[in-house]
């Protein structure tokens, strides 16, 4: 199915496309794969597009989309937390991490719900067989749109203890200020106490060693850039989470695998951010291990 413009909302979408995900860009989007595959299985009479929108243009988009006959649609790169404001309700979590993936339309009424924090901690205890709760974590990256959140939902689940680490380490410290000012105030979810730090890029090395889960929520890899040397670090008794994923292994996959580490790429993120969006638009139960294969199939990957 070809990508879709703002052109085309003003006009009429295909007859079937009920449900969109809307980004710049989303030509290599998998998730068109995840969810037509679960319509088809469940004999649901929807297509699921691509919608490319310009970040000058999302207000304009969401106001022609909430007058379509749609579903709803997910929200990517990078949209996530331009979206928040452009819906008009937010879900508490959605809320409180500050990001909108998923959104529900409902009679000109639009949604906001996050599906990624629960997404990332349903990839982990399935990579590593246990849960987030039981690991002190590294977080790199914690600056960007995915760390934020990350951070903050790490938090109210309780993780002991939190190192907050980004490339522009201003960010981490206002993050870390952030959520030492807002976590207890958590409406519906209070936190549990968290030990929030920040380091510098270059200290990484010095945190590793105080730490079991090593999340990587920054870029890095995705344009296979050299891996850090601080990376040397890492050793055996660590788990290492890559959020990038791509149909090979990620090169920081490649490289905590290679010292030891068991390691994951951010792939099963994508399949249960995706799974629970399903999950909101239709109310029942998504077919899961369906919508695993065809994503799997999709990003060229044995399952
Ligand atoms: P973003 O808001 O643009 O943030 C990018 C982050 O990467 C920032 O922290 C940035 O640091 C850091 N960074 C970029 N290049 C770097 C480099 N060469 N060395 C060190 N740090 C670098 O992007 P985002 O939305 O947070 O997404 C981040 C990554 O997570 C992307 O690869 C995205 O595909 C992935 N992601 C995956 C899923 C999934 O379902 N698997 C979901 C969400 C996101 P500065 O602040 O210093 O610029």
Redo the contacts with the bound molecule.
């Keep these: 199915m070809r990508v879709l413009t703002l052109e085309d909302l003003r006009k009429e979408l295909p007859g079937d496309v009920r449900l969109l995900v809307v980004g710049d860009p989303v030509e290599h989007s998998l998730s068109p794969a995840i969810h037509n595959a679960a319509l088809e299985y469940l004999s649901l009479p929807h297509r699921y597009g691509r919608l490319r929108i310009a970040a000058e243009d999302l207000a304009t988009g969401f106001e022609l989309m909430r007058n379509r006959e749609l579903i709803g649609w997910n929200v990517?790169?990078?949209h996530?937390?331009a979206a928040k404001v452009l819906v008009d309700f937010l879900n508490p979590l959605a809320e409180r991490v500050g990001a909108v993936?998923t959104v529900v339309a409902k009679s000109g009424r639009l949604f906001g719900y996050n599906t990624?924090c629960e997404?990332?901690v349903a990839?982990i205890a399935e990579s590593f067989g246990q849960e987030v709760t039981s690991f002190r974590v590294a977080l790199?990256?914690?600056?960007?749109?995915?760390?934020?959140?990350a951070a903050r939902y790490l938090c109210e689940l309780g993780v002991p203890r939190i190192v907050l680490i980004?490339?522009?380490?201003s960010?981490?410290e206002q993050l870390a200020e952030r959520l030492r000012d807002t976590l207890p105030q958590s409406p519906d979810q209070p936190a549990k106490s968290t030990e929030i730090e920040v380091a510098a890029?270059d200290a990484f090395p010095v945190v590793c060693p105080t730490v079991d889960l090593i999340i990587?929520?920054?870029?890095?890899?995705?344009?296979n850039?050299a891996v850090?040397p601080g990376f040397d670090a890492i050793g055996p008794r660590h788990l290492f989470f890559d959020?990038?994923?791509g149909p090979q292994e990620t090169p920081l996959v490649h490289f905590a695998r290679s010292k030891g580490a068991r390691a994951a790429?951010?792939?099963?993120?994508?399949?249960?951010?995706g799974v629970l969006a399903f999950e909101i638009w239709f109310g029942k139960p998504a077919p899961v291990e369906v919508m695993r294969r065809a994503l799997f199939a999709a990003a060229g990957r044995k399952g």
């Design positions: 990517t790169l990078p996530k937390l993936n990624d997404g990332l990839a790199l990256g914690a600056g960007g749109g995915a760390g934020q959140t980004n490339r522009t380490m960010k981490a890029w990587n929520a920054s870029s890095l890899g995705l344009n850039d850090d959020m990038v994923y790429d951010g792939l099963l993120m994508l399949l249960f951010q």
